[in-house]
């Protein structure tokens, strides 16, 4: 199998980068065309688990728009082969102080594009330094 084929690493970083855009200006629609269209399309967050699309698409609606900015670092992006892709950062923001955010996302290539089959995000204690 190849692994971060360079042309494959720039288009799911392309479609990671707009993901981020979407999530910080709360597009609900945009991030909801993100997830694949799927029964089985999961998403754990914080404090919640979504099965299926329906799940995820009603948590983005029913979610505040308010203090969604952040920053991140440490986004590695693996590809294996073609069609599949994990996506991982990790993130802070101004309203969770001392807190550190982690995300990951594994995308996979459909006829449609590069949607989410699968996300997990949870926050910890920044670790000291």
């Not at 670092?73 to 991982?88: E, N």
């Not at 001392?98 to 459909?110: A, E, L, N, S």
Request: aromatic fraction near 8%; include cysteine; charge should be neutral.
């Amino acid at each position: 199998m190849e692994v971060d084929l360079p042309d494959v690493v720039a288009e799911v970083r392309e479609v990671f980068e707009r993901y981020e855009k979407t999530l910080v200006t709360s597009d609900v629609a945009a991030l909801n065309s993100m997830f694949r269209n799927d029964e089985r399309t999961t998403r754990y967050g914080v404090g919640e688990n979504l099965y299926g699309h329906n799940e995820v698409a009603a948590f983005r609606v029913a979610r505040s728009p308010i203090n969604l900015e952040r920053t991140r670092d440490r986004v590695v992006i693996t590809i294996c082969g073609r069609d599949f892709a994990v996506a991982s950062t990790h993130f802070r923001r101004d309203s969770l102080p001392g807190k550190i955010g982690r995300q990951m996302q594994t995308w996979v290539r459909f006829s449609e594009g590069w949607p989410v089959v699968a996300a997990h995000v949870s926050i910890i204690e920044a670790p000291k330094s």
